[in-house]
């Protein structure tokens, strides 16, 4: 405050040298003081890893144990840039026998999951990547765990219920990559049974891919899927080099196929407080103390 009090003064000041020596002195009698405050160090400066400028780093090492191979691998992978996605996809499918390398990733996956939802995500696609016998137990596991029924709740919505059925849709994506015998069992299981829309949707889509969208996938599909869901057979699907124009195309078709319902229509009223603020119950309007309008001056 008073070294902007200071240049101002100067600015209007026909002084230059002196001046210049008076402000240098004043800069360092102001920050002298400020700097010797305290007793601890400064921290360092934190630098933040450019995007990709890392060397690859393994999965798995036979001189390194695991438990270090692996969080310095999904550190390496989660700054890739797109262009290295081949890259990855080889170094996972180095050490795609590796046991111990999925076992680890098991272990990481359990102690993160509720804590860092991005790093969980990469976790998870490693692990499908791999296919692994060890980290095919593993998800399969990780679908089966029972979605919470308390929690932070917006809108309705439960947030750690969400959370951990997208974790396991990304899970449901790795055993369909499988392709195994037990995978598509689970799969199946998740397309009938599974508590969340979301994991049950990613299910039927990852079981198509991963069978060429062939009509035995559709035919088995249809065997366990909903009544009220069979529609998510033909949702189309956005892949890689798909132009604006193929997929509007392909959204006419699915919308011809299943039309929306016609939507209900409503009488026109004055929502009441407990109707308007979704699941929270109504705002209570803050009490104040009358007031009176000030006085005019005479």
């Known amino acids: 405050m008073y070294l902007r ?4 003064n100067l600015q209007h000041a026909r002084c230059f040298v002196p001046c210049a020596v008076l402000l240098s002195s004043l800069v360092g009698i102001l920050t002298e003081p400020i700097a010797a405050q305290g007793t601890q160090k400064p921290p360092p400066p934190l630098t933040a890893p450019a995007q990709g400028s890392t060397e690859a780093l393994p999965l798995a090492s036979p001189n390194v144990p695991v438990r270090e191979t692996v969080p310095r691998f999904i550190d390496w992978a989660a700054r890739s840039r797109p262009d290295q996605r081949e890259e990855v996809r080889k170094m996972i499918a180095a050490s795609s026998a590796n046991s111990g390398a999925a076992e ?3 272990r990481e996956i359990s102690e993160t999951q509720n804590e860092d939802h991005s790093r969980t995500l990469i976790m998870l696609s490693v692990l499908g990547e791999m296919r692994n016998s060890e980290g095919e137990k593993c998800l399969i596991r990780f679908i089966h765990l029972p979605l919470p029924t308390k929690g932070t709740v917006v809108n309705g919505e439960i947030i750690e219920q969400t959370s951990l059925a997208t974790l396991q849709g990304k899970a449901v994506d790795g055993l369909a990559y499988a392709r195994s015998v037990t995978a598509d069992r689970e799969l199946l299981w998740a397309v009938s049974s599974h508590a969340s829309k979301i994991v049950r949707a990613e299910a039927i ?3 198509l891919w991963n069978h060429q969208d062939s009509e035995a996938a559709r035919a088995a599909l249809l065997k366990v899927v909903r009544p009220n869901e069979r529609d998510l057979i033909d949702r189309p699907r956005h892949e890689p080099g798909t132009t604006r124009e193929q997929f509007n ?3 006419i078709v699915y919308a011809k196929m299943h039309p929306a319902p016609e939507p209900q229509k409503r009488n026109a009223r004055k929502l009441s407080p407990q109707e308007g603020v979704g699941d929270g119950p109504p705002p209570e309007a803050a009490k104040r103390s ?3 309008p000030p006085k005019e001056k005479q």
């Not at 009090?5 to 101002?8: A, N, P, S, V, Y």
């Open 290 to 292: 009358p007031t009176t």
């Open 5 to 8: 009090l200071i240049l101002k």
């Open 205 to 207: 889509n990852a079981y």
């Open 104 to 106: 680890e990733l098991c």
């Open 249 to 251: 195309g392909k959204l």
